[in-house]
């Protein structure tokens, strides 16, 4: 049983400022095994994850199982003891750890994880007995450390035996150069990845060792499919982001003290196993943020070693099941070096952004406009990044929230579509966002909340806000999906197909009033523009309010609207300017018959044979 937290978890718990309630908590961690636990290990689970470590020190993590993938390999005659009786394939790094270990005791710690349930425990101790007989290997392990773990991150999935399996190696590089990057492929198979086994280790120094023996230890991280990121500069350090958990925080103690991890990423359709270790280290706040923005823990693993190997794993997910992703997850966050390829403005200085005005359109849509601390510059179609934590609130931790699980992880940062900015060479001060109220939403609900009171009360505050002195700050601007600004000098007119879903709208109002908007932008547009919708009362309005009434002559409109509800009152929009629209209504869905009028996009030809024959045939398009 643990004596307390060795110096790489206080440090740890310090620089979180987790120090009061969490200085006990190690004797959360038991010298033995629980009845259920045993239960567990030796009835539930198909394989097990553990670490040990090479010649160098550095922590390996391998997945073991059965000859046959099913749960059964494990025996456990007592408290402190399991016994394994499993087929290790070749690449496997258990193989090279127990060649070398001869003669010293053989660090072990594993998981014991059951992927249809998300239950799991963690496990640590020491290798004895071992005898091998070819592939097969007999062991036990001397548990001395033993606790239930947070099963918040374990993504669901149905998992049968496979036995007949042809391991492969395909990769194997134990040690790599420091110039040296992972191949092209194994980047790709981390980002497809949910899913990491983490291994670590604590190395005792001096008159540690009484109190805090070495040890090694075991962990899982899970997230969305690409939740892991490998920096582009190198192609071979991966960003991990730490998630709110239980707050013991001994993986990223081991790190501090001893600051190495190994990985084990597994693609269960395939059985493809990729083992990987490499020097790590764990950034928090404004370094972390650097590196992956809106991140405040990371743990930064750069690869000194990788081996995989195709078609290992005897167990497969269950043909024809999905994944079914922990609710806990939060969105995929990108690396800065990844955003900086694209059209990604982060604001790093106190950029804020102050509540101007409010417009309902229906009882849960409105558009709420805000005015900035300084010029900005959006591009139409873009996304403003806003920090509401000043509205809302910063959150407070929870162990779990099971009727509200994406809160453990809300950081108050919004991402919302501009439906509207000023264009200006000098950038604009202005914009606005149109929202849809989420059910349950901390933010949207904030502010439909705010906007409630104000129309019942005050409602002349719903045109001028600014004495609300409502105030939050912004993060950056981001989004590729813009409109073509710059035309080539040949270029004369431009054809464009514009699909949207109900508030999906939002990038296509900002565009329309920045062509209306730009006469200077010597170029034809032509759009077809077909909406699908339940609210054609409040969607045409907003097109209409979109177009404005700025100048128009360059601008060629169809818009197609498809709803199974009424739409008559909205049709008689008789649109202002010279503006040259034609506005039609269809009964049901976008269908395959209509989007077959756009016959060729692939060679950019159009096939002019919507109603009122708007566009000549062969336009280009955009």
Known sequence: MLQGWHRGVRSVHKRLGFEGPMASAYTWIQGEMSEEHRTFNTTRIPFVPVTTLDTLGRPWSSILAGPSGEPGFISSPSWDRLDMDVRVWNGDPFKDNVRTSHGKKMLLAGIGIDLSSRQRNKFAGYVSELHQAGDIYTFKVIVNQAIGNCPKYINVRELDPNPSTNPAVLYEKTQISPDERLPDELIAFIHAADTAFMGSSYQALGEDEKQFPSHVGHNTRGGRRGFMRVMPSDGKTIILPDYSGDRLMTSLGNIQATPLASLSIVNFVTGDILYLTGNAYTLLGAEAQAIMPRQSVITRITVTGYVYVRDALPIRQRPGTGVQCSPYSPPIKLLAEETAASSYSRYDDQVTATLASIAFHSQDLATFTWNTSRNIHIIPGQSVILDMTDLVGAPQW??????????????????????????????????????????????????????????????????????????????????????????????????????????????????????????SVDLQWNIVFAISTREPEVLIPLVRDALGGGETSKLHLVVDIFSNNSMSSSLDWVPTGGTDVSLTAYQGRISDTYIGRFHDLKSKTYKADIPNQLFESHLNIE
């Open 398 to 519: 929870a162990h779990l929230a099971p009727f509200q699980p994406t809160s453990l992880n809300d950081d108050r940062i919004r991402t919302w579509t501009v439906s509207r900015a000023h264009l200006d060479q000098d950038g604009t001060n202005t914009f606005s966002v149109t929202l849809r109220e989420k059910k349950g939403g901390v933010v949207t609900g904030a502010l439909f909340s705010i906007a409630r009171k104000l129309a019942e009360l005050r409602p002349e505050m719903m045109k001028d806000s600014k004495p609300l002195n409502l105030q939050v700050k912004m993060v950056g601007i981001s989004g590729d999906f813009t409109l073509p600004l710059s035309p080539s000098s040949k270029e004369t007119r431009s054809f464009m197909l514009w699909l949207a879903g109900g508030i999906g709208v939002t990038p296509f109002l900002s565009m329309l009033a920045a062509i209306t908007g730009s006469p």
